[in-house]
């Protein structure tokens, strides 16, 4: 049997939803697992490369075909932590923003922010391997992933996206889900979701095995990062996808 090739980000955030599939030998025997940054990972479903991804939602109106999955995604309730503006100055003081390439979802949220609720002209570039040097003086930027949660002891303001875009809507945010670009077995899905559960009840092993200095993991698996793909969650993403399609 073909295997089904299946794309995840390599951050932090993925680690519980990533721990029981990689545990399980009868999953491991039906699919082919890479990892990448995320707009890599939106990039190879796009063309076919890989059958499902753990990607950015932004990339679902591009999609021929696209199929949610999972029950869990990678969203937030509020502050997120690791999608945020970093700036030296305040908002009102940025005069350009960095856009990091390795997200769609966090650019577009960023963008969305600033049309409707910041309500703020401010010059976007997209930004290059290795920018957080950059970040300094009026020019801010828009950092991901484990990147951020280093860069939060460097910068002196944090625009937190998603608790910005809580208090702009009132809903919650989904980053991140786990999505297919054709119909695949049910019996797969069904194991397949039951192992994304796996590592969430199994939080304190998976902050054993991913030592990190600069961030307190279990604040962030336990308060920062809401993996429940809710009802409401889907009702914050179509929202944002609906904002989105409007820039």
């Known amino acids: 049997m073909k295997k089904i090739k299946v ?3 390599s951050y932090l955030n993925t ?3 990533l721990y ?8 491991k025997e039906q699919i082919e697992l890479v990892k990448d940054y ?4 939106a990039a190879q479903l796009l063309d076919g ?3 499902v991804g753990l990607v950015p939602v932004a990339v679902i109106p591009k999609m021929k075909e696209y199929h949610i999955i999972s029950d869990y995604c990678i969203g937030a309730e509020n502050d997120v932590a690791s999608v945020c503006v970093f700036s030296d100055v305040e908002l009102d003081k940025v005069e350009k923003i960095l856009l990091d390439y390795q997200s769609r979802t966090s650019v577009a949220l960023c963008k969305v922010l600033l049309k409707n609720y910041w309500k703020k002209n401010i010059v976007l570039e997209d930004a290059q391997q290795d920018f957080s040097e950059e970040i300094k003086g009026t020019t801010a930027g828009v950092l991901i992933g484990d990147r951020a949660l280093r860069q939060r002891k460097r910068s002196k303001y944090i625009y937190d996206l998603g608790g910005e875009w ?4 009132g809903l919650p945010f989904v980053f991140a889900t786990w999505i297919s670009n054709k119909k695949l077995p049910e019996i797969f899905i069904h194991l397949f979701n039951e192992k ?3 590592g969430l009840k199994a939080i304190d ?3 054993k095995e991913n030592e990190f200095a600069e961030y307190d993991l279990h604040t962030y698996y336990t308060h920062n990062i809401s993996y429940a793909l809710t009802a409401e969650k889907l009702k914050g993403m179509h929202l944002f996808l609906e904002l989105m399609q409007q820039l």
């Open 166 to 169: 809580k208090q702009f809507t």
């Open 49 to 51: 490369t890989i059958d």
């Open 7 to 9: 794309g995840a980000v």
């Open 38 to 41: 995320p707009s890599k990972i």
């Open 15 to 17: 680690k519980p939803l």
């Open 196 to 198: 994304n559960s796996e």
């Open 205 to 207: 092993t998976v902050i």
């Open 20 to 27: 029981g599939i990689e545990r399980s030998q009868v999953l």
